[in-house]
């Protein structure tokens, strides 16, 4: 079907009438043998991609039926792990599963530790809920936009016990730096958890730490790919490669090579990478606060029902300018009773 090509206007109106003449009939035709060869390429394709051991088909279904292999590293005793569609289901008591003074005497986990401040967490690991689930993408991807990371847990470790950022509260980690243990972890008022490089089980190595809350691997300050501390990690620790537990690389983080304070280094600082999917049970069982009546009698050493800063321990110590309303460097049971809320003892 040859077009006759030409600049003058007569010679294209002559053009559209010689296609449009040609198309009613014999373009029909060709169209119809078009569309019954590509229905018969599209036939074989499938049949193909169906008998084929690497057809799309295949990988469907390794999504929805295998875990990561990398879940292998979690500890059994404290985690459950499991599919859920497309999902991945994380549930932990929370519990870590090695020794730590937070444990509390008699604990066949417990650890001498003097040196830790106990008076900041004020209650022991088993006087808590500790629980957390995690419900992650089985396959997760990059997000176009990172994400902020927010108080509380923001992943679960292989020990069982949960990842905090390297905020403490709402401020820096470094106020809570006596209460860390020999393993970077603590009891803040609530569950246990690390903020550091947990010795315990990463020394310096590309042991697997956890996973976040958008779903990605999180391992220790050196790669398997290299065996050495990576070089090519964004702002969040995170790079593409292959692990001990992929042969295909994936995106993961590690723990940043930067010294926080004396050979420690922070978990996770940066934003997420991914889309974080943070859902947490209720929590139950929590024990009450001390009366403000418990408080005095705990404090007030010299009984003038003031307590002094040198008198007073743990949050109340942090916040003493803040509870001190009348700034007479005295705080009063009507002052305790006012505190904001991060004050201990605002009221049973
Ligand atoms: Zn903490
Ligand atoms: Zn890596």
């Known amino acids: 079907m040859l077009i006759p090509i030409s600049s003058t206007n007569e010679n294209e109106i002559h053009a559209y009438a010689y296609i449009t003449k040609y198309s009613s009939k014999k373009m029909m035709k060709y169209l119809l043998i078009i569309l019954f060869i590509s229905g018969f390429m599209a036939i074989t394709v ?22 990561h292999p990398a879940f292998s590293a979690f500890d059994t005793n404290n985690t459950d792990i499991y599919l859920e569609g497309t999902n991945v289901v994380i549930e932990t008591n929370g519990e870590p599963n090695h020794e730590t003074v937070w444990w509390g005497k008699g604990h066949k986990l417990y650890k001498e530790e003097p040196y830790v401040d106990m008076n900041r967490g004020g209650t022991l690991i088993t006087d808590e809920d500790n629980s957390f689930t995690l419900t992650v993408s089985s396959h997760p991807q990059l997000a176009e936009e990172p994400t902020a990371t927010n ?9 069982g016990a949960n990842i905090f950022n390297d905020q403490e509260g709402n401020g ?3 106020g809570a730096l006596s209460s860390i243990d ?5 009891k803040g008022p609530t569950e246990y958890h690390y903020h550091l490089e947990p010795v315990a089980w990463s020394k310096d190595d590309e042991a697997l730490i956890g996973i976040l809350a958008d779903g990605f691997f999180i391992y220790g300050r050196k790669c398997h790919a290299t065996g050495e501390h990576p070089t090519d990690l964004d702002a969040s620790g995170g790079h ?12 993961h983080y590690h723990i940043i090579n930067e010294e926080y304070i004396n050979g420690n280094y922070i978990i996770f600082g940066g934003d997420y990478r991914g889309t974080p999917t943070i859902k947490r049970k209720e929590r139950k069982n929590r024990p009450p606060r001390p009366s403000i009546a418990e408080i005095f009698s705990f404090m007030d050493d010299d009984g003038d029902n003031l307590l002094s800063v040198n008198e007073v321990k743990g949050p109340i110590k942090n916040d003493f300018s803040i509870i001190d309303k009348n700034t007479d460097g005295f705080i009063s049971k009507e002052e305790l009773e006012k505190a904001p809320k991060p004050a201990q003892g605002k009221r049973r």
């Open 46 to 67: 499938f049949f193909l991609w169906d008998i084929s051991d690497t057809g799309f088909k295949n990988d469907i279904a390794e999504v929805s039926s295998a875990l």
């Open 182 to 186: 020999w393993t970077g972890g603590h």
């Open 151 to 159: 108080m509380g847990p923001i992943g679960i470790s292989v020990s």
């Open 172 to 174: 820096a980690l470094d």
């Open 240 to 251: 593409i490669s292959t692990t001990q537990y992929t042969k295909t690389p994936e995106y």
